[in-house]
């Protein structure tokens, strides 16, 4: 299996800030990863996929990027409504595993 | 608009089997890749399997030996089951859509999540 590992677990972050969440796969994936985010009580949404696309609808403070086995998860400046837990998934084999998760919350 | 609901009981004995149906609106069960995640409470997701329309099934290698997935067509809507069930199978139970998108796949429509309890 794949593993995907999230940094940080964690982070303290104000509105306006840029944000950035990495993710390592413990092999190479090419560009077969996505984003989600979570908030509480809710479903899981997708952000981006392969690796760099934003899903119809994701504000453009949003990016990502990578590829391989580093990728990156950046908000330009962080918003109200991206207090959430983010998650990452490859898609490259089976079985598909996530990140972790990290939380971003508020300072 | 594609739809995702799961359905099911809530409260499931232990060593018993754990059933869920999703039923989707909105796009044909024919196409696509089928999917189950869950969550423990507090915890992060988890990806239990996906099936498509041929047959197909790909499993967690960890829920592999007591789970299976199936897809009704004619009802547009598949199914998990997960037989000898535990505390630790105790989880928010998600169904989605695995999309093809720019040569990769991503999950992008999901349902509500259905909270499965094992507790006798």
């Known amino acids: 299996d794949i593993q995907m590992t999230q940094s940080p677990p964690s982070l303290s972050a104000s509105v306006g800030d840029r944000v950035t969440i990495t993710c390592r796969a413990s092999q190479g994936i090419s560009s077969h990863l996505n984003w989600y985010q979570q908030k509480p009580g809710k479903v899981p949404k997708l952000l981006i996929f392969a690796a760099s696309s934003l899903q119809g609808g994701v504000p453009s403070r949003l990016s990502g990027s990578g590829s391989g086995t580093d990728f990156t998860l950046t908000i330009s400046r962080l918003q109200p409504e991206d207090f959430a837990v983010y998650y990452c998934q490859q898609t490259y084999s089976t079985p598909r595993t996530f990140g972790q998760g990290t939380k971003v919350e508020m300072k | 608009q594609v739809q995702l609901q799961e359905s099911g009981p809530g409260l499931v004995k232990p060593s018993e089997t754990l059933s869920l149906t999703c039923t989707v609106s909105?796009?044909?069960?024919?196409?696509?890749?089928w999917s189950w995640i869950r969550q423990p409470a507090g915890k992060g997701l988890e990806w239990i399997g996906r099936?498509?329309?041929?047959?197909?099934?790909d499993y967690s290698p960890s829920l592999k030996s007591r789970m299976s997935m199936s897809l009704d067509t004619s009802k547009n809507h598949f199914s998990l089951n997960l037989t000898s069930v535990t505390a630790a199978d105790t989880a928010v139970y998600y169904c989605?859509?695995?999309?093809?998108?720019?040569?990769?796949?991503?999950?992008?429509?999901w349902g509500q999540g259905i909270l499965v309890t094992v507790s006798s």
């Open positions: 099936m498509y329309n041929t047959g197909s099934t």
């Open positions: 909105g796009a044909s069960t024919n196409f696509f890749y």
């Open positions: 989605a859509r695995e999309l093809a998108v720019s040569g990769t796949r991503a999950l992008d429509v």
